[in-house]
């Protein structure tokens, strides 16, 4: 699958691997992630929540999105990050793309020393630098967007992100997607609702794909979700992990939003 977006974010993000690869060598950062103690553990968090609960979320951190534009002016990195684990995400996923959704790597380090969370590094990587770079900053887990790879590199920067330690998230959007992740082994599928050509969320699109998904490999519902007959409606169709950013990134207190999405579905 390709899009336009993804194609126009794509080009871009070649530009400033190249761009920040002469500013920091990969040599650099290896010495960096010798010395790093072990990820907190993203996937083992999700599995055992959504086991128990079938309410696993991944609360994200997101300032701008392409689809949206500025989401949350007052952004406080550190604060949400608080407030998310307060509310009770079991894990979290920070943008640290600079160019379209206004992140920054330094977010991510920020909300990660905030908290005790296991955290991903959302943003759209093609280039083994850029697994590297993801831990060097203190990711945990790292996403790999099917829509973005071919099939050598997918398996390339998946294994090279599982030998540092990360927990790896392969994201799909629609069946033939889904098949070329499932030839990469893995413990975590995300299902993005997100169309990119036309920028509309469909949370049809997970319970037409997760039934493709062995059940060895937990299924991460992303985008589009917004309130408790969102939850409900994927949990009837056996998803226990959702991904979930301006829904919450819109309120003042994310947490509190969080919370009472999680207390709500359960009434
Ligand atoms: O959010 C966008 O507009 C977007 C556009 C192009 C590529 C990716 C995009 N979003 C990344 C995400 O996957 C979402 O931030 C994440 O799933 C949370 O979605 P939401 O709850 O709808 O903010």
Same mark, same amino acid.
């Given at each position: 699958?390709? $899009?336009?977006?993804?194609?126009?974010?794509?080009?871009?993000?070649?530009?400033?691997?190249?761009?920040?690869?002469?500013?920091?060598?990969?040599?650099?950062?290896?010495?960096?992630?010798?010395?790093?103690?072990?990820?907190?553990?993203?996937?083992?968090?999700?599995?055992?929540?959504?086991?128990?609960? #079938?309410?696993?979320? *991944?609360?994200?951190?997101?300032?701008?999105?392409?689809?949206?534009?500025? *989401?949350?002016?007052?952004?406080?990195?550190?604060?949400?990050?608080? $407030?998310? #684990?307060?509310?009770?995400?079991?894990?979290?996923?920070?943008?640290?793309?600079?160019?379209?959704?206004?992140? #920054?790597?330094?977010?991510?380090?920020?909300?990660?020393?905030?908290?005790?969370?296991?955290?991903?590094?959302?943003?759209?990587?093609?280039?083994?630098? #850029?697994?590297?770079?993801?831990?060097?900053?203190? $990711?945990?887990?790292?996403?790999?967007?099917?829509?973005?790879?071919?099939?050598?590199?997918?398996?390339?920067? $998946?294994?090279?992100?599982?030998?540092?330690?990360?927990?790896?998230?392969?994201?799909?959007?629609?069946?033939?997607?889904?098949?070329?992740?499932?030839?990469?082994?893995?413990?975590?599928?995300?299902?993005?609702?997100?169309?990119?050509?036309?920028?509309?969320?469909?949370?049809?699109?997970?319970?037409?794909?997760?039934?493709?998904?062995?059940?060895?490999?937990?299924?991460?519902?992303?985008?589009?979700?917004?309130?408790?007959?969102? *939850?409900?409606?994927?949990?009837?169709?056996?998803?226990?992990?959702?991904? *979930?950013?301006?829904?919450?990134?819109?309120?003042?207190?994310?947490?509190?939003?969080?919370?009472?999405?999680?207390?709500?579905?359960?009434?």
């Amino acid at each position: 699958m390709s $899009s336009d977006i993804l194609k126009t974010i794509l080009e871009a993000k070649e530009q400033e691997v190249e761009r920040r690869r002469s500013d920091r060598p990969l040599d650099e950062l290896k010495a960096i992630v010798k010395d790093l103690p072990p990820c907190r553990d993203f996937a083992g968090e999700l599995r055992t929540r959504a086991a128990a609960t #079938q309410d696993a979320v *991944i609360a994200e951190v997101k300032r701008a999105s392409p689809s949206a534009g500025i *989401i949350r002016p007052d952004f406080d990195p550190e604060a949400i990050a608080k $407030s998310y #684990q307060a509310g009770g995400a079991t894990c979290l996923s920070v943008l640290t793309d600079e160019g379209f959704f206004g992140g #920054q790597s330094a977010f991510l380090v920020e909300a990660r020393a905030a908290c005790r969370l296991p955290v991903l590094r959302k943003d759209f990587i093609i280039d083994p630098w #850029q697994v590297v770079e993801t831990r060097a900053i203190g $990711s945990d887990a790292l996403l790999l967007i099917v829509a973005a790879l071919n099939d050598d590199q997918l398996a390339e920067l $998946s294994e090279l992100g599982k030998e540092l330690g990360l927990a790896v998230l392969v994201e799909v959007h629609d069946e033939e997607e889904m098949e070329r992740a499932l030839k990469v082994p893995g413990d975590l599928v995300g299902i993005n609702n997100r169309d990119l050509h036309r920028f509309v969320t469909d949370l049809e699109t997970t319970l037409r794909l997760a039934p493709m998904v062995p059940k060895d490999r937990l299924v991460v519902s992303e985008s589009g979700i917004h309130g408790p007959e969102d *939850i409900k409606k994927l949990q009837d169709g056996g998803i226990g992990a959702f991904l *979930i950013g301006e829904a919450f990134m819109r309120v003042e207190e994310p947490g509190e939003a969080l919370s009472s999405l999680l207390g709500a579905h359960q009434a």
